[in-house]
């Protein structure tokens, strides 16, 4: 693919949005200190900005100005950047976009408050689209904003119920039905839908572009588990490994489970229902060099150490490293990660396909190009 | 005062606000259990609904009517509710209104997902008052919504600033404009607001209405914070005391800071830099009992069991009981609870004309004898 040119051009978006969210934002008085300047924190990391682009894109190949889009697209990337904000704190992630996660810079309560503003921030933009746009457009917007937020909380909610029950009987179309709502509706669905609103495209559009983003949804968050996965096989690293940590649910381990020895198959569910460890778990080392300098000095026993050791494991009982490399070898073997690619492919060519149909028609531009190579690099990326 | 009626209208209110959240929420498919069915959780206990009444009461005394300010009030109590949710993972609280709070029922991530869940669901009626109101009256309680949302989280962080920065050097003025951030807009401003412009009052009220609602909020505030030292005072109990242990700062903690001693006032600083004891800091007795058992059979040390005790304390280092009840009682030394209280009886004083030079010209209806009993009640409640 023509990575140059995509890549530029989601550049050039994320710089445009950027500098919006910096003009809406006060930059002085005591709120601009406490509040607004943390808002920066996710969107001024090395960030795609994928959102705001397809949406930027989608207008503008339609025919639609720059200038009546940008508000929209920066309402889609603060509420991208409060999901993340709610993700890592839910998640106990410690690293994002190469930093440290906003809840280990500033604590929980004010990560989640940051998280907050910007849901309320974004609501200033969409009423100011009455007067950039039209009343009805902007009323448009705001209805494909609401859906937006209820099927992502629906999604979300859907996961977690599974995590929480220890439910593992999925198949691969409820964890698609599920990622739809999840990713598809706020990634894909929205940027794509207020695009073509702003730009006042033809409603007969609607239904093409309904199955465009369904496919480029799931070929996405599928790409998304897979490079996880391989991430995590080169590395073994806590915060790339993510999502068996944390015990998500994913075509390949679906796929790995339903091929799995009864015998594997129960090993890998005792381990799956058992919790991430806490930053404290999984650095144990002051009480583990305490304990062994007691027992050096004769102050405490090995049986007693051996004792307490225990304790503090059994306190815990969180997934230890042995067992995500179980889980990972399990995936390997059935060749899981290769099953879940190759799914993500059929989706990627169904969005090829609705790609063809919806935008050849249209007259040759940048942002045309930029939405037929986001079909490539959804399949192709490498991060 | 005529508190039956004031608790009658209050019930009556919340009677109707509950029933149309639930003929707003999907009652059947898999989101209705994953997800809207925990938002009733906090609605259902033993809640005031003071918001939405306020709403309903402002509506109707203005000779607005029900149906047409019921959806709004709605979105006022899922707004109150996301911010309890919140609040209460914020502080680590374990009992809201008489319940479990909703983390420690579901987990944090639940928990996070249905306040984020409530925010979505809160824009469908806003813009459905389009057609039930008209264009122009949407957009203009969408605009005190935002307005309300991005104060809210404003003063939230001014509050949470000083926490973090253990900063102690506040003025009382500087807590009475955090409090008119954080409490105010969303519980006084823009419940009033909302209820008199769907009542299409006319605009010149407005600045009435904001000195009103300006002094309700303030002593309403102030109430709260003795209420919680009295309760505290009382009971010592973790979750009554709450103001304390999070170390949040009330007028009494900084006028009973100002009165100290210089020595008592730098071991009151010490002990507010630490932070509250998480639950398993709070029940330690495990590994106590552990400990004194290993040292019993032999495997440990006196010495060995002191260092261990001591490593464990100085990873905690939280407030102790101790600590609380030596604060508790700079505060009843210095007479802070009345000096508070007293504060807060001048600002129900000011509510109190605000609300006859606002309020005395309406023809009498229950509503307008329900917003006079309000400015009574804020001062003399009990809870």
Same mark, same amino acid.
């Given at each position: 693919?023509?990575?140059?040119?995509?890549?530029?051009?989601?550049?050039?978006?994320?710089?445009?949005?950027?500098?919006?969210?910096?003009?809406?934002?006060?930059?002085?008085?005591?709120?601009?200190?406490?509040?607004?300047?943390?808002?920066?924190?996710?969107?001024?990391?090395?960030?795609?900005?994928?959102?705001?682009?397809?949406?930027?894109?989608?207008?503008?190949?339609?025919?639609?100005?720059?200038?009546?889009?940008?508000?929209?697209?920066?309402?889609?990337?603060?509420?991208?950047?409060?999901?993340?904000?709610?993700?890592?704190?839910?998640?106990?992630?410690?690293?994002?976009?190469?930093?440290?996660?906003?809840?280990?810079?500033?604590?929980?309560?004010?990560?989640?408050?940051?998280?907050?503003?910007?849901?309320?921030? =974004? &609501?200033?933009?969409? /009423?100011?689209?009455?007067?950039?746009?039209?009343?009805?457009? $902007? @009323?448009? %917007? !705001?209805?494909?904003?609401?859906?937006?937020?209820?099927?992502?909380?629906?999604?979300?909610?859907?996961?977690?119920?599974?995590?929480?029950?220890?439910?593992?009987?999925?198949?691969?179309?409820?964890?698609?039905?599920?990622?739809?709502?999840?990713?598809?509706?706020?990634?894909?669905?929205?940027?794509?839908?207020?695009?073509?609103?702003?730009?006042?495209?033809?409603?007969?559009?609607?239904?093409?572009?309904?199955?465009?983003?369904?496919?480029?949804?799931?070929?996405?968050?599928?790409?998304?588990?897979?490079?996880?996965?391989?991430?995590?096989?080169?590395?073994?690293?806590?915060?790339?490994?993510?999502?068996?940590?944390?015990?998500?649910?994913?075509? =390949? &381990?679906?796929?790995? /489970?339903?091929?799995?020895?009864?015998?594997?198959?129960?090993? $890998? @569910?005792? %381990? !799956?229902?058992?919790?991430?460890?806490?930053?404290?778990?999984?650095?144990?080392?002051?009480?583990?060099?305490?304990?062994?300098?007691?027992?050096?000095?004769?102050?405490?026993?090995?049986?007693?150490?051996?004792?307490?050791?225990?304790?503090?494991?059994?306190?815990?009982?969180?997934?230890?490293?042995?067992?995500?490399?179980?889980?990972?070898?399990?995936?390997?073997?059935?060749?899981?990660?290769?099953?879940?690619?190759?799914?993500?492919?059929?989706?990627?060519?169904?969005?090829?396909?609705?790609?063809?149909?919806?935008?050849?028609?249209?007259?040759?531009?940048?942002?045309?190009?930029?939405?037929?190579?986001?079909?490539?690099?959804?399949?192709?990326?490498?991060?």
């Amino acid at each position: 693919m023509r990575s140059e040119a995509f890549y530029s051009y989601l550049d050039e978006c994320r710089t445009l949005v950027v500098s919006e969210l910096q003009n809406m934002l006060p930059r002085s008085g005591a709120a601009a200190q406490t509040l607004y300047e943390l808002m920066y924190e996710y969107p001024l990391r090395d960030a795609k900005a994928l959102r705001p682009a397809l949406c930027i894109a989608t207008c503008r190949a339609l025919g639609g100005a720059l200038e009546s889009a940008l508000p929209s697209a920066v309402v889609l990337e603060l509420y991208h950047n409060a999901f993340l904000i709610h993700d890592d704190i839910e998640d106990g992630s410690e690293v994002r976009r190469g930093g440290p996660t906003l809840h280990r810079m500033y604590g929980a309560p004010i990560a989640l408050n940051v998280a907050d503003a910007m849901l309320a921030v =974004a &609501l200033e933009p969409l /009423l100011a689209n009455t007067e950039l746009l039209c009343v009805a457009k $902007a @009323l448009h %917007i !705001l209805q494909v904003v609401a859906r937006m937020a209820r099927e992502s909380a629906e999604g979300q909610a859907q996961e977690l119920a599974w995590i929480r029950q220890a439910d593992w009987s999925q198949r691969d179309l409820d964890y698609v039905r599920m990622a739809h709502k999840k990713t598809t509706h706020y990634s894909f669905l929205a940027p794509m839908a207020i695009g073509a609103i702003v730009a006042g495209a033809p409603h007969s559009l609607r239904y093409r572009m309904t199955l465009l983003a369904t496919a480029l949804g799931a070929a996405f968050q599928i790409r998304d588990d897979t490079l996880n996965l391989e991430a995590n096989a080169a590395a073994y690293d806590k915060d790339l490994a993510g999502d068996i940590w944390e015990g998500k649910r994913t075509l =390949a &381990l679906l796929h790995a /489970l339903r091929c799995a020895t009864p015998s594997d198959r129960e090993r $890998a @569910l005792a %381990i !799956l229902r058992k919790p991430r460890p806490t930053s404290a778990e999984a650095a144990p080392d002051a009480t583990a060099r305490l304990l062994a300098e007691l027992v050096r000095s004769g102050d405490l026993s090995e049986t007693g150490a051996a004792t307490l050791r225990e304790h503090w494991t059994v306190a815990g009982a969180a997934k230890t490293r042995e067992d995500v490399d179980f889980l990972l070898q399990l995936i390997q073997r059935s060749g899981s990660i290769e099953y879940a690619r190759a799914i993500g492919r059929r989706y990627a060519a169904r969005a090829k396909h609705a790609a063809e149909r919806l935008w050849s028609g249209l007259s040759d531009s940048v942002h045309k190009r930029f939405l037929f190579q986001l079909t490539e690099f959804v399949v192709e990326r490498e991060h």
